[in-house]
C-alpha cells in the first residue's frame, strides 16, 4: 500500500458515523473490500484506522512475541484492548463504536489525518492542541529522527 496523504476535517453525526473524505476514500478504495481495524492509538487520544493488510502485517510483528513472558502478554492484551473490525457502508460512512469514541473524546468535529500508513482520527480540538503542543519540539524532533548520516539511517 502506498503512503496516505491528507487531513481532513469531518463531521461524525450523534450515532458515531463519520463520512469518509472523497480524496481520503479515493486512496483506501483498493482497501474498501477488506475492511479496516480501528484502534484505541498508544501515545495520544486519538483513534487509529488500519486497513486490514496493515493491520495483518502488524499481527505478524506481534505475534512473534513471546507470551510466556510477562511484559509482552500485558503489552499484547492493552495494544489489542478495544479493537474493532469496522467497514465502510455502501454510503462511505464509517461508523465508531461508542467505546472507541469515548476513548478519544469525539464530539461533533473531528480531524482524520493520514500517518503513512494508517489514519489517525481525532476530535478537532484534541488535534489542534496536539499539533500547537508538538510545534516548539518539532525542530529538535525532526533533526532527531530525519536528520541521521547514511551510515545509521537510509531514510536521509
Known sequence: ?????????????????LMLPAALK????PE???????????????????????????????????????KNNDFIRRFTA????????ANGRLLIPKDLVAFASI??????????????IWDKTKYEKAIDDAADDFADLAEEVMGQDEEYDSIS
Open 32 to 70: 474498501l473490500q477488506n475492511g479496516f481495524v480501528l484502534k484505541r492509538a498508544v501515545f495520544q487520544e486519538c483513534l487509529e484506522l488500519y486497513p486490514m493488510q496493515e493491520w495483518n502485517t502488524l499481527m505478524q510483528k506481534v505475534n512473534k512475541l513471546n507470551r510466556f513472558k510477562k
Open 107 to 120: 464530539a461533533k468535529d473531528i480531524v482524520m489525518s493520514s500517518a503513512v500508513n494508517i489514519v489517525e
Open 1 to 17: 500500500m502506498n503512503s496516505l496523504i491528507g487531513t481532513y476535517e469531518c463531521k461524525v453525526d450523534a450515532k458515531g458515523r
Open 26 to 29: 479515493k486512496q483506501l478504495a
Open 82 to 89: 478495544g479493537v474493532k473490525i469496522v467497514e465502510v457502508d
